[in-house]
């Protein structure tokens, strides 16, 4: 069984920043690409930022990049965002998630299991 635990959200001002972590278990991490995504009240999950198995692809949405860096560690089968220049627009509910279907820069479709989610909140 796949288990996810998400970490290291809060609330930042705007212009701040935050480091997410997530460590997964119940599967081989390195057979998987893996991602982040994001979901606010009312609106679909979005694939946010997503990482290939071996670690040197990746996939952002067009409102993260230049500003998230996603990054993995097969050691620790863990797998963290590093988000800075956070706006109020970043603000939702982020979950981690191994990865059904993937493609560099264009495509990340994730498995459909979940772990609890971390809150981040950017607020004045």
């Known amino acids: 069984q796949v288990q996810v635990e998400e970490s290291g959200g809060g609330v930042v001002k705007p212009g701040g920043s935050l480091r997410l972590s997530c460590i997964i278990s119940?599967?081989?991490?390195?057979?998987?690409?893996m991602g982040w995504f994001r979901q606010t009240p009312g609106k679909e999950r979005e694939a946010t930022a997503c990482?290939?198995?071996?670690?040197?692809?990746?996939y952002y949405t067009d409102s993260v990049k230049g500003r998230f860096t996603i990054s993995r560690d097969a050691a620790k089968n863990a797998i963290f965002l590093q988000m800075n220049g956070l706006t109020v627009e970043d603000s939702a509910m982020y979950y981690c998630?191994?990865?059904?279907?993937?493609?560099?820069?264009?495509?990340?479709?994730?498995?459909?299991?979940w772990g609890q989610g971390i809150l981040v909140t950017v607020s004045t």
């Open positions: 119940g599967l081989r991490f390195e057979d998987y690409a």
């Open positions: 990482i290939g198995w071996s670690g040197t692809t990746t």
């Open positions: 998630a191994p990865v059904d279907e993937y493609e560099s820069n264009r495509l990340c479709k994730p498995l459909e299991t």
